[in-house]
């Protein structure tokens, strides 16, 4: 009986570290958003995702404003 107990309690444990396991991968895949490159406005220094900033040259800027007012 007590050989029964051990293999539930063993079983239960390898079943807990494999979900432990498997969190830690989903949270290492997670951050894939946070991994875009940012940037910095060139005329206010807004912090923005280079996918919303307006790109001229080697410079960026947070809205068609200020790439027009940095000239
Ligand atoms: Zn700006």
Known sequence: MSKLLLLI???LAVWWLAKGFRRKDAARDAPEAAAEK????????LYLPQSEAIGE???????AEHRRLAG
């Open 57 to 63: 040259g080697d410079r960026f800027f947070c809205c």
């Open 9 to 11: 309690l063993a079983v």
């Open 38 to 45: 940012m940037v910095t406005c060139g005329h206010c220094g």
